[in-house]
Structures are given as structure tokens and as C-alpha cells.
């Protein structure tokens, strides 16, 4: 008799499909806290504390004072697809509630050591039961205040694959920092509270308004800068606010979306919002918005992505349009629209070769005035404008290098873009992505050759982050250190920067760390210095760069021709934009029907 065939496919085990759906759900520890934060939001919970200890690696603990369960109820919570939110198929599509997979405990369970103790509302006597790696449960009586409390230890103590990836303590306490932050913002009826090494973070009493929350969060000058949105179209509601267009930046904190409660990605939405800002939003700015989104369940899908970050309208269009009207009619009832201050002083600020510098060692000569504005992250702009003051050296006059260029500048199109006759060929230049490219070859040079010259600031500039923002700041100023940037922690979210690379000559500080913020949470530990300082430098230049917009004569344009000449025409600055266009004498000939031998002639 032959031998059966043994074929290549089999079912998993399942300690190990287990696993696998525990990628889906818990990336890093941040998503621990948001699962665990979803489900004490659905059990009614009037408090919510977080306790972390190194960035929720060795310890995460929620609390909360919800319902909590009967016995049986915890064991079942603690099993795949166990859950309360759904009995059929069509509940998918009628959620009201955040968590609804069945899949959070479990998965959370099933890469860490977990503790969970709840007792029933108006009870004394719970449950407790405790897991490692999800391969087994046991349960026993526990007394305590009703509510529930879920400890997860030693996160993917199982899966060293995974551990490997996750970013530095103070990355991912960020990141949890920041999921603590959306939640209580769209529940101002809770008080949360969070924890790092037994260290208060955050504290947010719980408020009537959702306007309230926000003045919590961001402070009390924050809806200064912002307008209220508010739109009711049948199922369709929006609430929440939108900065206003003349404090526009260039960083994208805060951008927030809540749709029926949850903190969600869209492109339908986020096209709405920029295209209602249409011409009133400056190129390379971007609007800050907390929007609450309320629709009827059966109208999205928000089983598209197992961490229910996205959702999927039935109708994206009635969304889309309720927005971009919503927008354009709250612009058009605010008489407010004056030119920013802070932008005017900028545009008066005339253009200087980036050559001159000063070293921080040698007694100051001058001082020289720079209006500047401070700047303040949480609400996007300017607290008011004042005057810092720079200690530098007297300008030196620009002098070509060596070798000799045919430079002759011949003027600027619409404030933006710079014609000038370099050589034999023709150009037309950005202004700002050439000055943005000299000023990073400058800045890469000196760094190179550790030379990097630092200008002084008579007065320290202060800088106000948000918690996580802080967070990442403070991990990342010894990097910062070695760019020139001289920052120090001035308080729990207050920093201050006490000295500048000199070749920046004027820049607006505020935006340029905030800048830098956006970017620390993707820098990985394991990068290379080099790796790490090239986009440091990068937007340090491209803050410190001639913005386009601005009048530039013709002594400025040809100092700048000079620099951009002097480094070998780059034709791309540091974030890949385009330079210039050039046409060489036979492309012009070629073009306008021109030989060798009608040249002179005709």
C-alpha cells in the first residue's frame, strides 16, 4: 500500500497564529496604550491613569474606575474574537463603541506577561488573572475599587525580532505620550493622567467643553490663532477648529482628525482642508486643525486597518464638500486678514552672503538688532513679536573666490525666480532653493571639517513644545550640539536655544525646531551621525533661505548668483526641489530659428 503524500501546507499552531495577529494590532507600546485606553473609554471610565516605565518596554499599567467584569467575563476577554461589541456580521457596520476586535487582549497577551485585575461596578470582590506569551490563564479572587487595571510586562519578551526594531526609550514614550494626548482630547468628560518612571507627564482634569480641553492641552492663548468650525448637514457634523491663514507654518503639529470619536488618517478629509485654504495658504505652509467628525456608522467602514487608523466613507464626496464649504464660509465671514507681522519684518530683511561668520570665543564687536518672533508649537504661531538679539562681528563684503564667473544678474520674475547670464547660458533660478542649497553645502562643509562657528544669542530664545514633543527634543540635543544648535531644557516643556550656526546669519527660530521636531520621531538610534546631521542641516537652511515672495535687487540677485556659482551649480536643493533651468546660446539659436549662418547677420 503506498505511503500517504505529505503535502507542504498546515495550520499553524496556535501560539503562533496568535503572534501573527499580534502584529497586526501591537506594533510598539503605544499601541498597548491606545488598545487598553479604547476599551477603558468603552467601560464609562471617568479616570484613566497611565504608568510607563522605559517607554512601556518593562512596564505599561492602565487603570481606570469603569465597569469592570465578573469572572467569567475576564476569562472570555482574554480569548481571540472574544468580545461584547458584536453578535452578528451587520454589527460591523453599526459601531458605536472603540474597541470592537476582540483581538487586543489577546495579542497583547500573547507577546508580553500580562496581569489583569478588574472588579464589577458595585462590587468588592473581583477577578485576577495573569498570562505569559498567551499560553496560559489562571484566575483567582481580588479585592479592590471597581474598575479595572491591566499590567503588561516585558512587551515582546517572546518575539526578539520585534523588540529590535523599536526605537529608543524616549521615542516611544513620545508616541505614547502622543496617544494619551489624542485621547484626551476627544474626551474631555475624562481625566487622564500619565506616568513615566513614576514621574507626573500629563494631567488633564476632566472639563465640560471640548473647547476647554484644548486651552488644557495647547494653553490659554491657543484659540487666539484659530476659527471655529462648526457645520450640521443632516448625518453630517463637524465641529472644531482651523488656524487662521495668516499664522499658517511650516510645520504640521497640530493636525488632527476625529472621526465618531476616533483619532483617524484621511486623504479625503486632509484634501478638503488644504483645498478650502486654496490661495489664502503660502507655498511651503501648512494649516494646523483639531476637527471632530460625527456621521452615521452605517456610512464608513472602520474595519479597514487593524489598528483602526483609517476609516472608508460610503459617501466621501458629501464628506469632502461639507468640509471645503465649511472652510470657505468661515474665511469669508472673518474680517481678520492682515499681513503677519512677523512675515512683514521677514520680507524686510535684506539678503546677505552666508560666508560672513562669527565665532562664539572671540568678545563680541556689535550688536546688532534681528526681529525674530517667538514661537510657540502647540498653537502654531506667533505669542507676540519682540526683538532678540544676536552679538556678532561687523559684515565683511562679499568677495569672489579664484576662479572667475561671467555673472551678470538681469532681475527677478514675480518675487520668486531670479534671470541672470552666467557665462555663456542663460538661467532662470529659484531664489529660495538656491540660497536653501548654498546655505546647506556651507553648513555640510563646516560640520565636515568640524569648524562649525556658533553666533551667540545675547538673549535666549525660549521654545514651548508639547510633552512628547519635549521628549524626542531632549533625546537628540547632543546631535543638535554638534550643528551648532545650543539648546538646553528650561523646564517640563520649555527649552531654551542659546546659540545658532553663525552661517545662518537671521533665522526665525521657533519654526526651525519645530521643524527639527517633526522629524526626530523617524531618526532611528542605529543611524549613522552623518545620517542623522544631513537633514538637520537641510532645514536649518531651508528656514534660514530667502523665501520666495520677496523683492531681491540687482546687487542681491548677483551675490547670490555668485554663491550658487561658487558651489557648482547644484540643480536640486537638499530636499530634491529643482534649482534652475538653463538654456545654452545654441538652444536659444535653436530656438528661435538662428544658424551659424544667419547669426550675425540678420
Known amino acids: 500500500m503506498p505511503a500517504p503524500v505529505t503535502g507542504k501546507i498546515h495550520v499553524l499552531p496556535d501560539e503562533v497564529s496568535c503572534r501573527i495577529a499580534a502584529g497586526e494590532v501591537v506594533e510598539r507600546p503605544a499601541s498597548v496604550v491606545k488598545e487598553l485606553i479604547d476599551n477603558s473609554l468603552d467601560a464609562e471610565s471617568t479616570l484613566i491613569t497611565i504608568e510607563v516605565e522605559d517607554g512601556g518596554r518593562r512596564l505599561i499599567r492602565v487603570t481606570d474606575n469603569g465597569m469592570g467584569m465578573n ?22 457596520f453599526r459601531l458605536t463603541t472603540l474597541g470592537f476586535r476582540g483581538e487586543a487582549l489577546p495579542s497583547i497577551a500573547s507577546v508580553s506577561r500580562v496581569y489583569l485585575n478588574t472588579v464589577p461596578t458595585g462590587s468588592q470582590i473581583g477577578t485576577q488573572t495573569h498570562s505569559e506569551g498567551g499560553t496560559s490563564w489562571d484566575s483567582q479572587d481580588y479585592a479592590g475599587a471597581s474598575g479595572t487595571q491591566v499590567e503588561v510586562h516585558d512587551l515582546f519578551f517572546n518575539t526578539p525580532g520585534r523588540l529590535k526594531f523599536l526605537k529608543t526609550i524616549s521615542t516611544e514614550f ?25 514621574h507626573k507627564i500629563l494631567d488633564y482634569p476632566k472639563v465640560a467643553k471640548f473647547q476647554d480641553r484644548l486651552m488644557q492641552m495647547y494653553g490659554p492663548t491657543f484659540l487666539d490663532r484659530f476659527l471655529p468650525l462648526t457645520q450640521t448637514e443632516g448625518p453630517f457634523q ?3 477648529f482651523i488656524i487662521s491663514p495668516h499664522h499658517t507654518r511650516t510645520s504640521r503639529t497640530p493636525q488632527e482628525i476625529f472621526v465618531n470619536g476616533r483619532p483617524i488618517k484621511n486623504t479625503t478629509i486632509t484634501h478638503a482642508i488644504y483645498e478650502g485654504y486654496g490661495s489664502f495658504l503660502p507655498k511651503g505652509k501648512h494649516p494646523h486643525f483639531i476637527l471632530c467628525i460625527q456621521l452615521d456608522s452605517q456610512t464608513l467602514d472602520i474595519n479597514v486597518h487593524p489598528t483602526k487608523r483609517e476609516v472608508r466613507f460610503s459617501h466621501p464626496e458629501v464628506v469632502h464638500s461639507g468640509i471645503l464649504r465649511t472652510i470657505k464660509q468661515t474665511f469669508a465671514r472673518d474680517s481678520s486678514f492682515t499681513i503677519d507681522s512677523s512675515a512683514q519684518e521677514e520680507a524686510n530683511v535684506s539678503f546677505q552672503s552666508p560666508t560672513t561668520t562669527t565665532r562664539i570665543t572671540k568678545p563680541s564687536l556689535a550688536v546688532a538688532p534681528v526681529a525674530t518672533t517667538r514661537f510657540s508649537p502647540e498653537m502654531g504661531g506667533a505669542r507676540g513679536t519682540h526683538l532678540s538679539l544676536f552679538a556678532q562681528e561687523p559684515s565683511s563684503t562679499y568677495t569672489v573666490r579664484p576662479k572667475d564667473f561671467h555673472i551678470v544678474p538681469l532681475g527677478q520674475i514675480q518675487q520668486t525666480y531670479l534671470v541672470g547670464h552666467i557665462n555663456e547660458d542663460l538661467y532662470i533660478i529659484d531664489q529660495h532653493t538656491a540660497h536653501e542649497r548654498v546655505l546647506f553645502e ?58 545658532i550656526p553663525a552661517i545662518l546669519g537671521t ?10 521636531v517633526e522629524e526626530l520621531s523617524e531618526w532611528k538610534s542605529t543611524d549613522s551621525l552623518d545620517a542623522l546631521i544631513r537633514p538637520i542641516l537641510a532645514s536649518m537652511a531651508c528656514q534660514s533661505a530667502v523665501q520666495a515672495g520677496r523683492t531681491m535687487a540687482l546687487p ?17 536643493c537638499p530636499h530634491g526641489r529643482r534649482v534652475a533651468i538653463r538654456h545654452s546660446v545654441d538652444e536659444l539659436n535653436t530656438l528661435f530659428a538662428r544658424t551659424s549662418e544667419n547669426h550675425a547677420t540678420t
Not at 469572572?71 to 460591523?92: G, I, M, V, Y
Not at 476627544?186 to 487622564?192: G, L, S, T
Open 174 to 198: 513620545s508616541k505614547i505620550s502622543y496617544t494619551v494626548q489624542q485621547a484626551a482630547a476627544i474626551n474631555p468628560h475624562v481625566h487622564f493622567r500619565l506616568f513615566h518612571h513614576n
Open 507 to 516: 533665522v526665525a527660530i521657533g519654526p526651525l525646531i519645530l521643524e527639527l
Open 442 to 499: 556651507r553648513l555640510l562643509q563646516t560640520w565636515s571639517q568640524k569648524d562649525v562657528q556658533q553666533q551667540a544669542l545675547l538673549i535666549p530664545e525660549p521654545i514651548d513644545l508639547l510633552p512628547h514633543q519635549g521628549t524626542l527634543l531632549e533625546e537628540w540635543l547632543p546631535v543638535l550640539s554638534q550643528t551648532g544648535l545650543d539648546i538646553e531644557r528650561f523646564g517640563p516643556t520649555s527649552f531654551v536655544v542659546r546659540s
Open 556 to 572: 542681491e540677485i548677483s551675490t547670490l548668483l555668485h554663491d550658487w556659482a561658487h558651489e557648482h551649480f547644484p540643480m536640486t
Open 238 to 240: 463637524l465641529n472644531g
Open 71 to 92: 469572572r467569567n467575563d475576564a476569562q472570555l476577554a482574554c480569548q481571540r474574537f472574544a468580545t461584547s461589541k458584536l453578535q452578528t456580521e451587520d454589527d460591523l
